[in-house]
């Protein structure tokens, strides 16, 4: 019976097994259909695998009817079977008709039929009208061991949008459920980002539960970490092209609802690749949300507090290092430097040592130390306060040579002032521009530079050999080290006499410093000027070519998300940090406690309310000249010449704390542009090859349907043939009668 059952794998005659049926007696059949296989599969289960059709189905039934609500060992029964493998819809239909019960059957997993039928949609092997039939009886609300509801498993399984909004209209609070991983029905949705339908599913869940961005999710189970995870994937193929513009519909499709800045939507976003987040920054939303957070009393505080740290670093510094040389170039002064004079480097080393490490603290606590290891700048950050200790001790004990200590010395004052511009480029988006401008360049400046560099050491070699053992070079010792042949008193003489010398000549002169006195012969003078044609104004072309370009990139494409990347940078520090400190002082989450820092500072945003009110008065209804009139004058005079620049100098000395809200927000919030409104040259590519995948996608078809197309046409001409002889018989016969006709009236 069984090997009858799998007569499709052997071609699909299930006439076979109609006429055994046919052939035996109803108790032989009733026997056939009840008998158990390995692993307790019946008849019926195997018709069901092996997608036997109606008929078929309807024997095997019509022999045991109770064997349609059989479980096998796995607690699957046949309608289990038909909905994983995919049947016809109508034997699918006359499943659920004879057993309707069934459709909230559960395996030994707790999966009912209706949870592998969203799997096969994918496939599109059914239509709405089965889910619609499997929901009817109760199975859409049924959840598995895991937590899972049909409505997970569509979304898991990618099913088509028509399949999510019938489970969303049988059971609407789907859509807020959570399994054991505390994942929504909206997360498998994200997992699957890459897919070309997952937008429009994503759309339908967002549409039927907007607040879903707002819920208070743990970092590894907000919706936008699972799409960092899934969109990490997507990159160095060809093909993921078209998934990456796939993962951004469904990232701006999520962000277009404005989801609140807390802080674990921010560390979120901040886990995205960057590919990705380099979108994600500049969504309009976005950038209202990094808006927001800058202007708020903590996030201002710390970066006035950084300003003034760097500051007093670059300042003191200065100072102490011209100190220290006047007392290493007179013996009678100890070398080292006074501790006094050392404190503001130590108050500074301190202050970044303790900022430091509580944010290490901060993101171990809410497990994102792959973040903070990640961030370059942590490490410039941590770079600052070992050289501030550094020398700080060294400054103190006298150490180093003369020499040795200028050139370090220098070294890391120019380290600070990289410090200190890579703080202003979070701060403004011209130093953003200039700063990403400078490092783009350098990336694009590899192979010119070392091309520059073989041409250079070429010209080294041949003038080297055209001068050498010539009266140019009579009397030059070629015993000299290296340092006397880099001794400046004697750099003007012997300039090709030596490869060093001539490398720098050679250098120098790629930047203009050029002596046609010293090139005498005739080959020399013609080597000088393929030099000049060649180096100096065609590969200065190419620099001043490459470096413009490379700018106008940066200023036209990239400005606006350097500086909202660098600004979401500070913004998930700050956020990160009060958070952790917050909750490990108090144990209350972020949404339990308001900000301290803006509760002290309500005070002066209500004041200068008041201040404002003082202006909005209506003087035009005074008399001119009264005396209310210029008593209203007069202090709003005071206010403006006195009271606000004290204000201002108070707000400053107290790192913006005592400045108003409004007055943070007016100097470092940002207009807001949509980025988004032109599509990307990327995005524009990846339409130009959806097409040309259309195109060739067609001409595929056109070409598999062709020989029908001529199968057609010749089947037409013997029709044709066909119908022109019967229409010439036709003629002859009517012609035959209209002759008889005429003789018989004749």
Known sequence: MFELCHIEHQGGDWEVLRKWFSRHSSMEAHDAASYRGRDGKSALHTLCTNNAPLDVVQIVFSANSAAIDWDDDGGWTPLHYACHHGVDEEVLQFLISKNPNGTKDTDLNGRNPLHFAVGNQRKGLFGSSIFISLAEHGAVKAADKKGMCPLHYA?????????????????PKALGLTDVKGFLPLHYALSNCERTDCAVVVETLLDNHPGVVNIDFELKQHPLYVLANRAKNLKGKEETKIGQANALKCLNLFLDLGPAPTTKFLSALHTLPKWLLDKAVVHPKIQECLNHKISKCFPTAVMMLDFYALLTVLISFAFVVIESIDRRSDEALDDGVKSTKLAP???CAIYFALREMIEVLSFLHLGLFSVWFRRGTNWIEIGLIVLVLFWAVVLNQGAMSLDTFRTSAALTIFFFWLTFLNFLRGLLVDFAVFVSGVLHVVRRLGPFLLAMLIILIAFMQMFNTIFLETGYCDGYDKNQTFVDTCDPESSEAYRFCSNWRTFLSVYTML?????EADFEGRFATLLFVVFVFLVVILLATVLIAIVTDSYIIIRNERAAIVFWSNRLDFIVEMDVIRHGVL??????????????TNVSASNPTQLWK???DIFDEDSNRMEIWSLAFLYLTLVRLFIIFVIMPLWFLLGFLTAGVWWPSQWRKRMLEQKITDHTSKAPMSELKVLKDDIAHFQEGVKKQLDKNQSAVYKFQTDLDVLKSDLEAELIEVHGVLTALFETQKKMHS
């Open 583 to 596: 909750k490990s002082l108090s144990g209350a989450e972020e949404g339990e406690n308001k900000d301290a």
């Open 511 to 515: 930047l203009g410093e050029v002596d």
């Open 345 to 347: 480097l130590y108050l």
């Open 155 to 171: 979304c898991a399984y990618g099913a088509s949008r028509n399949t999510v909004e019938v489970l969303i209209r049988a059971h």
């Open 610 to 612: 008041s201040v404002l």
